[in-house]
């Protein structure tokens, strides 16, 4: 922390701050400049938050923090870049690694609505190029009246989509107590934006070992979202993947407002892999091929989209989902982009 002294305090008052630094517990070093006077506090990292209550005092101007209050998640503990390792949980499962050379796509419906309609999904969006399958089971719905989610059946449906295809699954937990459950039948637990500040459910995935996919609240600055991943790394479990899913703002011609600056921002910031996912982000299934295409080219790890045999029929977010074929041109026309970035498919 430094604390920056206004250009009129006088010497009884930087005596003041400086003894108040002492009794804190931390050790005051004075910087005398042209115009003002500056402190820097040293000592343990921890704690040093309530630092900031110095702002109070006279002749303080501003109080602020030198390191990033995000340490595990910082490129700067751990400089090289994590790559997250996801495994399908069945015989002859395929293995996929996020954040390396590979651009990772992610693909499935919004909900599990039935076992034809996973099943099918799983294997269309395979054979269209996909590496994992999502779907939700439990559903974030903003109405209480709306498909809350298949629950536990969805997940067994996932699992025999899992078998079918070998794909790994990715399905969001809502809550701390599902964790366990979820756990048994995905192979990447979904944190999603309305619960990005659940710090029991992120402390709950943060004690098991099955990698994360964190999505951006839709009100999350890029550093409560990096403190949200770091919830997860405190409790033990390294294997967070961070996915930008679009923020709110004034515009209304997307759902979201998708905020692909993040994700270089969060590339300098962190070694955890970056997706982006261009349904929740735009609303619209026309805007999800551009927006997947600029992805690439913003530098993403990979991209998850929603992919529906039947989109007009969907039970939800029928209206961003791509059909089967509309996928598998994605992928065929997203190719070029990739190799221009350096990476495979
Ligand atoms: C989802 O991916 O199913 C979802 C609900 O997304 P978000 O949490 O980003 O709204
Ligand atoms: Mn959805």
Known sequence: MIVVMKPSITKEELDAVVGRIKSMGYQPHVLYGVERKVVACIGDERGKARLQALETMAGVETVMPILRPYKLASVI????????????DVKNGLAVAVGGKKFIIIAGPCSVESEEQIVETAKAVKKAGAHMLRGGAYKPRTSPYAFQGMEEEGLKLLALAREE????????????????????????????????????LLKAVGKIHKPVLLKRGMMSTI????????????????????????IRTFEKATRNTLDLSAVPVLQMETH??????????????QLVEPMS???????????MVEVHPHPEEAWSDGAQSLKPETFRQLVKDLKPFVTAMKKTM
């Not at 503990?77 to 399908?88: D, G, I």
């Not at 295409?293 to 991209?303: F, P, Q």
């Open 77 to 88: 503990t751990h400089p090289a870049r994590s790559v997250v390792k996801v495994k399908a």
């Open 165 to 200: 295809t070998g794909l790994p699954v990715v399905t969001e937990v809502m809550n701390p107590s599902d964790v366990p459950l979820v756990a048994k039948w995905a192979d990447v637990l979904q944190v999603g934006a309305r619960n990005i500040q659940n710090f029991a």
């Open 223 to 246: 550093e409560e979202f990096l403190m949200s991943a770091e919830y997860i790394l405190s409790e033990g479990n390294p294997n967070v993947i961070l996915c930008e899913r679009g």
């Open 272 to 285: 955890l892999p970056v997706i982006v996912d261009p349904s929740h982000a735009t609303g619209h299934w």
């Open 293 to 303: 295409r600029a992805a690439v080219a913003a530098g993403a790890d990979g991209i």
